[in-house]
């Protein structure tokens, strides 16, 4: 299951993305410029006429873009937040999320709000587009939630390679340490026994030649 700041901005990325290409196709098949969905989007501020302009400016593509844009990552928050309340953690879980969170976007933007609310894409789209237009914006948050479940498992399994060879280096150096400190042990160090030696010679122990003419 992918981490919310990783699935969300990258099935944000791709649906913006798939969307925005597939519908640009479906316009030129409609025989209108790639950029128009954006600029009928813009149909809630500046009206129907907003379907009629085909330039390319920022009042009508770039803000109709803009709001594509937030639309999409909108909807990928949905489907990150579906997928880890329900807890799916299915190979196919990013899909099911994705082309259900395209539905639920399909049902609200055209039969729960407003007409001036939808995204317009039906002023210059037929209605099979249009649905296309959303099937291309769930298929583009199943691929950015793959995505960012690819490197979410990456990144456990090189947390766990890295784990383990913390461990198992450190437990090779105990059996090391551990043999050091035996052998110190069986072979006393020299200066030790040195002062061992002295030790005795201040006591007032005599010398060895002394002891034996005693």
Not at 47 to 57: F, K, N, R
Not at 69 to 83: N, P, T
Not at 154 to 170: D, F, I, P, Y
Request: a negative charge; charged letters at 15%.
């Amino acid at each position: 299951m992918a981490r919310f700041d990783l699935g969300w901005p990258l099935s944000g990325i791709h649906a913006s993305a798939v969307s925005a290409l597939i519908l640009g196709v479906l316009a030129l098949a409609a025989g209108e410029p790639v950029w128009m969905p954006f600029n009928a989007t813009t149909h809630a501020i500046h009206g129907p006429e907003a379907a009629d302009v085909q330039a390319l400016d920022l009042l009508h593509t770039g803000l109709g873009g803009t709001i594509h844009v937030l639309a999409c990552f909108f909807w990928s928050g949905i489907a990150v937040l579906m997928i880890r309340m329900i807890g799916l953690t299915r190979a196919g879980a990013a899909w099911l999320a994705g082309l259900a969170t395209a539905i639920l976007a399909g049902v609200v933007d055209y039969g729960l709000l407003p007409a001036r609310l939808s995204p317009g894409w039906e002023l210059i789209l037929p209605w099979w587009a249009v649905g296309l237009g959303f099937v291309a914006m769930g298929v583009g948050i199943a691929l950015g939630l793959n995505v960012a479940a690819m490197i979410d498992r990456r990144e456990m399994t090189e947390a766990e390679l890295h784990q383990g060879s913390s461990l198992s280096v450190t437990a090779s150096r105990h059996p090391a340490e551990r043999s050091l400190a035996l052998e110190r042990l069986r072979r006393p160090r020299h200066d030790l026994l040195d002062r061992r030696g002295d030790g005795n010679k201040q006591r007032g122990d005599p010398p060895n030649d002394e002891r034996s003419d005693i």
